[in-house]
């Protein structure tokens, strides 16, 4: 059956390529083969992974149940090819280097949960080269250096899960692009440092800003004000100071405001009053 899949996808090579353009097209074609390999190589970069033992040579990540791996079907006139669409490994004892997973070889991914590992290195720039990606977790791993700016490209971003690992330096500016998909955007815990930039105000559809636990500085931007369909706003356990901005009042879908252990002055009263009014809000 593969061998099968293999030699039609092999036939048909030169329709394939053009086949979901918008995926494929800067990345090497839709071959299961070489999305495959860059599974499997990478399964050999790691130092252990006892979850990845139905990830094996001679079989099909998509018709061989492989662990943690989902595939689709790309549609294209009467062509039908699987692609690895999901990769889910939540808590799979993975000790390794993120960066040495292949990402260009895997343009289809949609969703990645890789929370609860130990992943190691920077977060690899390829990432953000996905170009149908909308679902990131990167939660509690022991992953160190910068968030990439290119997160601000990501056309199709709704889930940006970073939370407790070893990140520093500042929150990138252009996150404020993903304007008409971020929904989720959790950093909490870690390193990061410098303000909260007044771009995440363009951030329309976020439900969940959650900054807490890190060494943010500077004041709240007003700008926070526009993100009206926020439900949770996490920024407690950094430095921030000056007031907290009154407009934050309009919030009026927030559920749970947590500002504490900041350097945070006055200013509550109205944001307060306006929030009461909000029969589900819970400060805490
Ligand atoms: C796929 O693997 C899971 C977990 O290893 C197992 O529970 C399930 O029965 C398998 N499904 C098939 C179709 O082999
Ligand atoms: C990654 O995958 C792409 C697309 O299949 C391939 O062209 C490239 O050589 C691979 N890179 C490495 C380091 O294997
Ligand atoms: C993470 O940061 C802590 C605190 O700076 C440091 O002790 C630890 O070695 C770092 N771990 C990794 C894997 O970078
Ligand atoms: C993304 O955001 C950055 C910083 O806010 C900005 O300079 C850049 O022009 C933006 N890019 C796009 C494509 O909007
Ligand atoms: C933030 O809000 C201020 C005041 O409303 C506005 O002038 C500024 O353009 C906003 N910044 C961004 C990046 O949207």
Same mark, same amino acid.
Not at 62 to 83: D, E, F, K, R
Not at 241 to 268: A, C, E, F, H, M
């Given at each position: 059956?593969?061998?099968?899949?293999?030699?039609?996808?092999?036939?048909?090579?030169?329709?394939?390529?053009?086949?979901?353009?918008?995926?494929?097209?800067?990345?090497?074609?839709?071959?299961?083969?070489?999305?495959?390999?860059?599974?499997?190589?990478?399964?050999?970069?790691?130092?252990?992974?006892?979850?990845?033992?139905?990830?094996?040579?001679?079989?099909?990540?998509?018709?061989?149940?492989?662990?943690?791996?989902?595939?689709?079907?790309?549609?294209?006139?009467?062509?039908?090819?699987?692609?690895?669409?999901?990769?889910?490994?939540?808590?799979?004892?993975?000790?390794?280097?993120?960066?040495?997973?292949?990402?260009?070889?895997?343009?289809?991914?949609?969703?990645?949960?890789?929370?609860?590992?130990?992943?190691?290195?920077?977060?690899?720039?390829?990432?953000?080269?996905?170009?149908?990606?909308?679902?990131?977790?990167?939660?509690?791993?022991?992953?160190?250096?910068?968030?990439?700016?290119?997160?601000?490209?990501?056309?199709?971003?709704?889930?940006?899960?970073?939370?407790?690992?070893?990140?520093?330096?500042?929150?990138?500016?252009?996150?404020?692009?993903?304007?008409?998909?971020?929904?989720?955007?959790?950093?909490?815990?870690?390193?990061?440092? =410098? !303000? &909260?930039?007044?771009? #995440? *105000?363009? @951030?329309?559809? /976020?439900? +969940? $800003?959650? %900054?807490?636990?890190?060494?943010?500085?500077?004041?709240?931007?007003?700008?926070?004000?526009?993100?009206?369909?926020?439900?949770?706003?996490?920024?407690?356990?950094?430095?921030?100071? =000056? !007031? &907290?901005?009154?407009? #934050? *009042?309009? @919030?009026?879908? /927030?559920? +749970? $405001?947590? %500002?504490?252990?900041?350097?945070?002055?006055?200013?509550?009263?109205?944001?307060?009053?306006?929030?009461?009014?909000?029969?589900?809000?819970?400060?805490?």
């Amino acid at each position: 059956m593969e061998v099968l899949l293999e030699l039609i996808l092999l036939m048909l090579q030169p329709c394939l390529l053009f086949l979901h353009t918008e995926a494929a097209g800067h990345h090497g074609g839709v071959h299961l083969r070489s999305q495959r390999e860059a599974l499997l190589e990478w399964k050999s970069t790691l130092q252990t992974s006892p979850a990845l033992d139905s990830w094996r040579p001679a079989t099909s990540p998509c018709s061989s149940n492989w662990t943690g791996i989902m595939c689709s079907v790309v549609h294209h006139g009467h062509l039908a090819p699987q692609v690895v669409t999901e990769i889910s490994l939540p808590n799979a004892a993975i000790d390794g280097q993120l960066g040495n997973l292949n990402f260009s070889a895997l343009p289809f991914l949609t969703y990645i949960d890789f929370s609860y590992n130990s992943l190691r290195g920077k977060i690899p720039l390829a990432i953000t080269s996905l170009p149908v990606l909308s679902y990131l977790d990167l939660t509690g791993n022991w992953l160190h250096g910068q968030i990439p700016s290119e997160f601000g490209n990501m056309a199709r971003l709704t889930q940006l899960g970073l939370m407790a690992n070893n990140l520093t330096g500042h929150i990138p500016a252009s996150l404020g692009n993903l304007t008409t998909t971020l929904v989720a955007l959790i950093t909490q815990q870690n390193m990061l440092t =410098g !303000p &909260i930039p007044e771009e #995440l *105000g363009k @951030l329309i559809r /976020l439900e +969940v $800003l959650d %900054l807490g636990s890190n060494l943010l500085m500077g004041q709240i931007p007003e700008n926070l004000s526009s993100l009206t369909k926020l439900t949770i706003l996490y920024l407690y356990d950094n430095q921030l100071s =000056g !007031p &907290i901005p009154s407009s #934050l *009042g309009n @919030l009026y879908k /927030l559920t +749970v $405001l947590q %500002l504490d252990t900041n350097r945070l002055s006055g200013g509550i009263q109205s944001l307060w009053e306006t929030l009461l009014s909000s029969m589900n809000f819970h400060l805490l």
